[in-house]
């Protein structure tokens, strides 16, 4: 059964998944926040942008409850395609981040106001006629997806890891393992490589020949 159980437990781990993701940019240069880190521009703080857009329209809009303030959408006239996954040099680290945080409290508001089977619509849905429990859901996956991107292109600037600064786990291994690890892992990669296939000199001479009829 459906219940509010598993709203608060949804809503639980979603406030811990947000936590997670602002923890990232902890301790970084702008240009770190700022930088992308892979071939697509996958960058931190533009999976902060793009997220206050998610947590804004899904459980905002979809429930009738649009956020108070203005946010770039597709479709939208003049929208630039990717424009919520990145930061311009004129928005501030903290300007973003503090709307990261308002949208936090109005979705939560949304979660606690409504019923686990209340009725929203999201039009870009192929079925678009949703219940909260389907778009927290959504939400949570999505978040969690950009948390493991995070993960990613943190360990990459700094090798910080782990989801918090008291998250000692991983942490608690020194350079050497790590180093260690790294190695036995390429080792193992390189070990599972299918051979190259051998092909001797004559062979490769005879099956670069015609076929014909023998004239011998």
Known sequence: MIDAFARDYMHS???AVRAAILWKLDGLSEYDVRRP??????????LVTHLTGTEARY????????????LPWWGDEGYEPFADLWAAPDQSRAEIVDRYRRVWDHADA?????????PGHVPWWPRPDVRLFNVMVHVLAETNRHAGHADVLREQLDGAVGTEASDM???G?????????HAAI????KAAQEPEPITSLATAHTLDQ??????S
């Not at 390429?186 to 990669?189: D, G, L, R, S, T």
């Not at 015609?210 to 004239?215: E, L």
Request: no cysteine; aromatic share 8%.
């Open 110 to 118: 949304t979660i606690v106001a409504l019923d686990i089977d209340a």
């Open 186 to 189: 390429e080792q193992a990669a």
């Open 173 to 181: 291994f020194d350079a050497a393992f790590w180093t260690d690890r």
């Open 13 to 15: 781990d979603l406030r």
């Open 210 to 215: 015609p076929m014909g009829p023998s004239t």
């Open 37 to 46: 880190l892979t071939a697509t521009g996958t960058n931190l703080l533009g």
């Open 59 to 70: 459980l905002g809009d979809v429930f009738g409850r649009p956020f108070p303030e203005r």
């Open 169 to 171: 786990v991983l942490q």
